[in-house]
């Protein structure tokens, strides 16, 4: 009978983590992933994943595939960069006697230091930190704050941002951004329309 009860226990473990919460479908929405990739154990899982703003644009068409990756790359550099908010220790990180430092941390730290000064280019390339597309992109795309959010805590000279103002800002911060990246492809006279 014990091994009928710990079986019941691990099966309800189990069905558990094969779909979220409630708790966790109320943060937003989530999709399973449409292939199945390995979990830490080897086994073959297709885990959920938040879908994010970025996605959410790009299957709308309202950014393009190349938006998207310029503001994929930001959001990596700024997270070596080391620019969140809030951080939790780091445990994984060896540490010197009684110093604090982290054993080679000049290279650790040229690595911070170059994806500071590469996420401070992109900032300024899209009109720099007090502007509506710097402060999105911050937020946004770095911070990996709702556009939401972002729209209703933001005030230019006075007025409130919309929703669909603050996605047509995030829209053209990302294409100034892919410019800046260098992922955009060069117009030519047949693009227009006469």
Same mark, same amino acid.
């Given at each position: 009978m014990t091994r009928r009860i710990s079986v019941r226990k691990n099966a309800t473990a189990t069905a558990e983590f094969d779909s979220p919460n409630n708790e966790r @479908?109320? @943060?937003?929405p989530i999709e399973q992933l449409p292939r199945p990739i390995a979990d830490e154990t080897g086994r073959s899982a297709r885990p959920y994943r938040a879908v994010d703003t970025l996605a959410t644009m790009? =299957? =709308?068409g309202s950014i393009t595939a190349r938006m998207r990756q310029a503001a994929e790359d930001f959001r990596f550099r700024f997270v070596i960069a080391q $620019?969140? &908010?809030? @951080? %939790? $220790?780091d445990y994984s990180r060896p540490r010197d006697g009684g110093t604090g430092r982290a054993r080679g941390s000049g290279e650790s730290? $040229? @690595?911070v230091e170059s994806a500071r000064e590469h996420v401070w280019r992109a900032?300024? %390339?899209v009109g720099? &930190? %007090? *502007?509506?597309?710097? *402060?999105c992109l911050w937020h946004v795309v770095g911070w990996e704050r709702s556009l939401k959010e972002w729209a209703l805590e933001q005030g230019w000279n006075g007025r409130r941002v919309s929703q669909e103002a603050a996605s047509g800002i995030l829209a053209a911060a990302l294409g100034a951004l892919e410019t800046h990246y260098g992922h955009s492809t060069t117009l030519r006279k047949s693009d227009f329309v006469d």
């Open positions: @479908r109320q @943060r937003g790009e =299957r =709308r $620019l969140d &908010p809030l @951080r %939790a $220790l730290g $040229l @690595r900032i300024m %390339a720099g &930190p %007090a *502007s509506p597309g710097g *402060s």
